[in-house]
Structures are given as C-alpha cells and as structure tokens.
Nanobody, 129 residues
Framework: QVQLVESGGGLVQAGGSLRLSCAAS????????MGWFRQVPGKEREFVAG?????????????SYADSVKGRFTISRDDAKNTVFLQMNSLKPEDTAVYYC?????????????????WGQGTQVTVSS
C-alpha cells in the first residue's frame, strides 16, 4: 500500500503563502495521479488540485485545479523524492481547512475528483483576516 504524509501547514495572515508537501512511500508505482483535498467541519471534502504521476497516462492537461484556487495555488512534483507539493499564494480566510494528500490508480480524467484510494492524515492550514 501507499503511505502519504503531509507537512507544511500552519498559521498565516490573509495574502500570505504556504507550501505543503506530501511524501509518499510504499508501493508508489500503483498510483497514477496525486491530488490535494481540503475539508472544514460541516462541509464535504473538497477537491483542490490534481497532477499526473505517469507520463504514459497523461491525456491532455497534466494538472487540474478547483475554480476557487485557480491562479493562486500550484501543484507540482519531485519524482526523485516521491513528493508532491502545493504552493498556496494569496491565501484567504476561506482557504482555512485541513488539507489532505491523496493518490489513485487508474485511467481517470485529470479533472475528475473521484477514485482516490490512498489518503494522508492531513495538515492544518489556518488563514487569519
């Protein structure tokens, strides 16, 4: 199985930036895509961004973003370190949430938010106004 560990969360003022990291271990070859999600109490878990891991499965766009973060957040990866990042700029109070890293295997459309099987424990991001 794939194990995912998030880090990099914290407290930041509105307009500031944070960079989240997701370190993967185990059977990482079983994951074709990685994604970032977020969740606040009383709301469903929300898709934030996704990225292709396997070039052979790339179809069209390599990354996908929720409309609420497009232009502010950037997802990237470092294959040598088995790590996925989420650079978050121009943070807003409504970005406050627990952010989760996730992985999936299969040939999904990059903007499809379902099918994720492997989840980290989450890292808290708090944006003050």
């Amino acid at each position: 199985q794939v194990q995912l560990v998030e880090s990099g969360g914290g407290l930041v003022q509105a307009g500031g930036s944070l960079r989240l990291s997701c370190a993967a271990s185990g059977r990482t070859f079983s994951s074709d895509d990685m994604g970032w999600f977020r969740q606040v109490p009383g709301k469903e878990r929300e898709f934030v961004a996704g990225i292709r891991l396997r070039a052979i499965r790339w179809r069209g766009d390599v990354t996908s973003y929720a409309d609420s973060v497009k232009g502010r957040f950037t997802i990237s990866r470092d294959d040598a370190k088995n790590t996925v990042f989420l650079q978050m700029n121009s943070l807003k109070p409504e970005d406050t949430a627990v952010y989760y890293c996730a992985g999936r295997g299969g040939d999904y459309a990059i903007d499809y938010p379902g099918g994720y099987d492997y989840w980290g424990q989450g890292t808290q991001v708090t944006v003050s106004s």
